[in-house]
């Protein structure tokens, strides 16, 4: 168990919301790749970042040539040891109101993002077996809003992703760290006006990303917090008759 200082981390989406604060808060610890579609919006990000630890690479991350483009030049900076999936879109409409062309256009980004960089991400993590891959997540697949069919669907399988990814590599890569972290809901563009502020979000999930621990692989947290895994009525039986006490969810402090 230790936290990561060394190598560079890249946070997609880095040019406003959580992964402005995110990107800002972990150039405190580590160098910093920015990636987004904006390079004035990635300049702003700079600007809350401490000096020197940040990098800003204008990048669309439904773009698969321009997403390898940007890990190239990340990688140039130093080895890829953290990455952050949190590029997202929200469009809030109807299934009524949407084509497939753009309902599929919203699992571009919020699928096929996270696919394309957790893979070019692996390129060096697996030569050297060592890496943190946490994706920004939501509780949207499971109790989906109205005029958030796309959101729901495309959020809800980058959570399979994660499972699978763990599936395929968890055995043999115990020393690349993938979860899930759910940030709660943000005073951003996409989320509500009264919500948490996403610099005081970002301190957790810096916290959480830069923590490289084994048991974390496969676990998901909301915002501070580790969530249990859910346990089957003959489980929670057994353990009772066993007297087996239950294990303390975890939280970061």
Known sequence: MRNLTDGIAVVTGAGGGLGRALAADLSQSM??????????????????????RFTAIEADVTDFSSVRQAFVKASEIGP?????????????????QETAESFMDTVATNLGGVVACTRA????????????????????DIAPLPGSSAYSVSKGAARIFTRALIADLGDRFPGIVINDWMP???????????????????TWGAKLALWHDPSLTGTTWEMDR????????????????????????????
């Open 31 to 52: 160098q910093v790749a920015g990636l987004g579609r904006s390079m004035a919006a990635l300049d702003e990000t700079k600007a809350l970042a401490a000096p020197g």
């Open 80 to 96: 890829v040891t953290v990455l952050i999936n949190n590029a997202a879109t929200y469009p809030c409409r109807d299934f009524s």
């Open 121 to 140: 991400a692996l390129d060096g993590m697996l030569q050297t077996g060592f890496g943190r891959i946490m994706t920004v997540a939501t509780f949207a």
């Open 184 to 202: 709660g809901m943000l005073a951003t563009r996409m989320g509500i006006a009264d919500g948490l502020a996403p610099e005081q979000a970002a």
């Open 226 to 253: 580790e969530i249990p895994p859910p346990r089957s009525l003959k489980r929670r039986v057994a353990d009772r008759v066993l007297m087996k006490p239950r294990v303390a969810a975890r939280k970061l402090t």
